[in-house]
């Protein structure tokens, strides 16, 4: 059976933080490691853009968050991990999906939404500030995963909607050119993985600027630790456990049976200044050999450039070069010699069998054509010899004459296919004669 292809991308507009690791890379290398799986992990750096425009932030980030997911045991060689901007073919496909894609729809999409009810809020007209790249963001997003047929997309919740609408998109291309170009890409939601609480208790996000970064040194790690938000109970005092910041962050770090016994001195009366270094260590421990890792990656940047380089360099030869190759053709942006060929198989009805005529003109000169209904697909020039023009007829009837030859005795006739395409024409339906014997 084909692998299940499980694809996610990861925008590269910030540093990676805890919240990062135990949500999305942890789980991602965990399930990269299951055979039956085909893991497309990627840098989403278009989609970078949209919220940030330093670009030496995007570079930087791009860079860290590579070197995060490396650190943390990706393994490049046994999945794909690229970067997108190294993949043309998702820019062009972009604008296909773009030409099948309701407006209507984008303009229900939360992101997009959630920035013109600001604007309403603040009496501001509804786009303002909002770029067409914000917009866009779901249809890029759509062509990241369509273009792979990617049957699993793991993310988290607020990023379903888009998964919704890729399936959408994908939808209505297949509608709208008549076959089925792209697999319905499913989401999936992992419920076991960890939402970490940030330093002020909410989400652990870039957007609250409330995050750990995952390789701060560990003096930053245990000042930033130190400065979480907690309840006032003195030592001594028992604390809850559910919405408890520091007891959330170390299970997320700890086996099973030591989340519990730390839970329990929690209730205990562990006070929180102990319970913060505890959970220092915990966290100091499991990041610290995947820090020296990153650290070394950091400082040779070209490593990880040929990484990137590599898997674009093979992925685009395997998937996304014939895949576009076939969506060119799909949409009809393809070669003028091929499109009357297919046009003369869709156009004309199939009992339609084209034929070789030859034939006399007024000239008094002799001549052949290969018809088809009422099209012309080849004329020949004028011979003075009704021999020589028969022996071209006979020639061409028994196949096996290729453009090259006939080239000379042929001329160009308005809104024809090419002679290769009118021969290959005819050699189908002798195919087909022969087939139906
Ligand atoms: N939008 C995703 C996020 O911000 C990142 C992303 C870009 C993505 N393209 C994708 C995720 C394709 C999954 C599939 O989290």
């Given at each position: ?363 008094g000169r002799f001549y052949f054509k290969l018809t088809q209904g009422d099209a012309v697909l080849l004329q020949s020039i004028a011979f003075a010899d009704p021999k020589a023009a028969g022996e071209w007829v006979s020639r061409i009837r028994t196949g096996g004459i290729d453009m090259d030859t006939l080239g000379p005795v042929v001329e160009p006739v308005a809104d024809a296919p090419s002679v290769e395409a009118a021969l290959d024409v005819l050699a189908a339906a002798q195919r087909e004669k022969d087939a139906q014997g």
């Open positions: 059976m084909a692998p299940t292809r499980v694809l996610t991308g990861i925008t590269t507009s910030g540093t990676p933080h805890l919240g990062n690791y135990a949500g999305a890379i942890r789980p991602a290398i965990l399930s990269s490691q299951d055979s039956g799986t085909e893991a497309f992990y990627f840098l989403a750096d278009y989609h970078a853009l949209i919220k940030a425009q330093d670009p030496a932030l995007v570079q930087r980030s791009t860079l860290e968050i590579a070197a995060a997911w490396l650190a943390c045991g990706l393994d490049p060689s046994k999945v794909w991990f690229y970067r997108q901007s190294d993949i043309p073919e998702i820019p062009e496909l972009t604008w296909f999906l773009t030409c099948s894609t309701g407006k209507g729809m984008l303009n229900r999409a939360h992101a997009y939404k959630a920035a013109v009810d600001v604007n309403r809020d603040r009496g501001e007209d509804d786009d303002d500030g909002v770029t067409a790249g914000l917009f866009m963001y779901p249809v890029l997003m759509a062509a990241d995963i369509l273009i792979f047929d990617a049957n699993k997309v793991p993310v988290g919740r607020d990023q379903i909607q888009h998964i919704e609408m890729a399936r959408d998109i994908a939808l209505r291309f297949n509608h709208n050119y008549d076959g089925s170009y792209f697999v319905l890409p499913e989401v999936v939601i992992d419920e076991q993985v960890a939402t970490l609480p940030g330093l002020d208790g909410r989400k652990m996000s870039k957007s609250y600027n409330n995050t750990i970064p995952l390789f701060a040194s560990s003096k930053e790690l245990q000042k930033l630790i130190a400065g979480i938000v907690t309840d006032s109970r003195l030592p001594g005092e028992p604390k809850d456990i559910d919405g408890n910041s520091i007891y959330e962050l170390y299970a997320a770090f700890a086996s099973a049976d030591d989340a519990a016994a730390f839970a329990a001195s929690l209730q205990g009366g562990l006070g929180w200044g102990d319970a913060k270094k505890q959970l220092f260590e915990l966290i100091d421990r499991v990041v610290s050999p995947m820090r020296q890792k990153y650290e070394s990656l950091i400082a040779n940047p070209s490593e990880i450039e040929a990484i990137l380089l590599d898997n674009a360099a093979r992925l685009r030869e395997k998937f996304t070069m014939p895949k576009m190759r076939e969506l060119r053709s799909a949409v009809g942006i393809r070669s003028l010699d091929a499109r009357p060929v297919e046009a003369a198989a869709d156009d004309v009805p199939v009992r339609v069998l084209p034929v070789i005529k030859q034939y006399r003109e007024k000239d």
